[in-house]
């Protein structure tokens, strides 16, 4: 069926005005508004991730079970550890959930590093390892819903950074063994801390949330999630990649792009589709220079490029949490956790397969791959505009969080009839989500004496003290409309 050439002109027409705007669209975050009281929610993600990551460095065995070696058997663990532990867990019983997770890890950890290797030691290693798919899974929860845009990048940035860290570390001289196990220890101990200090009043907002649906804005960033996975992955089953040389690069080079992350975030204040697009555009050129002879230049420059890969994970955790934190519940969480785990393994088990059948195929079809999805991501252009970047609630990525305060407000007719301007309702809604006067100001850009100004004239209006009285008030309001 030929399709008319009226609406191949219009979709042309908006794939260009979608792409211009894409090129315009600017971004605002501020790291004064990252809250210390909330410290262990941005950073028990990237500790747990980062040994996730760097399991090959820190855990060696060569024990098999089943058929089936030790790297193996340990990923496997830990994508059922994740889903299992997740899927026992509600938003009232995070709390029991993710300490229960931290016990397993201490339970299969502690032991662990006083056995030499062997079927024991193998076992106690699954243990931890389950364990810490479930802490994995929590933390992806926390970071989710518990944090705001600036803790929420803060916690995208330190996981790249780590990572990159393992990979340059990986790459320099052998390390001494205690060396590792220090640090492995230092990882677990503060994932284990970390899980230990949440907290459920940090999640109570999403009792109140109505059950969400798989909109357009999630499917797209899930899109970006899951094709910067799979462009990603097979880069570890190249000849040569995992060489001492090429892992230094890679890891100087992911430092750098997790530097160049920061300064297009908060110097430039680029969106975070420009950085969508480095990242595609990085991994293309990785692969393609990847045909080069070892040893070459343009073979180091290859596995230089892949550093990159850093800015689509900075984005890809950033990008997801904002959407879900706007448009999610927990139920929906845990679906798309699902759906994640199955595409991790997928990427898993193709690149595995490919490398051991044909592996003359690995590297062009990682550039074909790379290339598709990144054909795939602009031709999206028109629905990453219309339903993420420049939809009603888009203002959302230039403030403080993907908050709905506003329309919680208006859903209630709090604020209405109360002699209040439009300034003094918007301060009010930000005092009934919980900002300071320093933060109201920081997200209106006004000074921090007009935004008390404001907070004065509104408590004198509405006849109250302060902030529990406002509270107080709209509270059994709340209760009563309910």
Known sequence: MRVPLAIKQNYIFRLLTSFIGLWNSRDGLSFKNVRLSHLQYFLALPLSLTFANMQEILFQSDVQLFGLDAKTLIFIVYCLGAGLLFALSSVRNMIVVSRVSAIIIAAG??????????????????????????????????????????????????????????????????????????????????????LALFKTADFADLLEKNQAKLNSAIKLTLYFFIAAYCVDYFYYYLPGSSEPKAMALSGLFGLLAVCLSVVMQMVAKRSVWHMCNLFFIAMICSYALYFAPDGSFWRDAAVSLHGFQLIGYTVMFYLLGCVFKKHGDFRLFKLCLVVVLLASVLTYIIPDALSKYAPALMLPLATITSGALFVGF???????????????????FHRLDMTEAERKVEQFDKLENLNLTPREKEVAAFLLHGLTARQIAGELSISLNTANFHIKNLYKKLGIAGRLELFSRFGVQTTTDK
């Open 109 to 194: 950890f502690i032991p662990w590093i006083f056995m030499a290797d062997g079927p024991v030691s193998l076992f106690l290693a699954l243990l931890f390892m389950f364990g810490l798919g479930g802490s994995v899974a929590c933390a992806s929860f926390a970071y989710t819903f518990a944090l705001n845009n600036p803790e929420r990048f803060l916690g995208a940035v330190m996981l790249s950074f780590f990572y990159a860290l393992a990979r340059l570390n990986a790459g320099l001289p052998v390390m001494p063994p205690l060396f590792y196990l220090i640090f492995l220890s230092m990882l677990v101990a503060g994932t284990v801390f970390c």
């Open 378 to 396: 602009m031709l999206l252009s028109p629905a990453y505009a219309r339903d993420l970047f420049f939809a009603d609630w888009s203002e959302d």
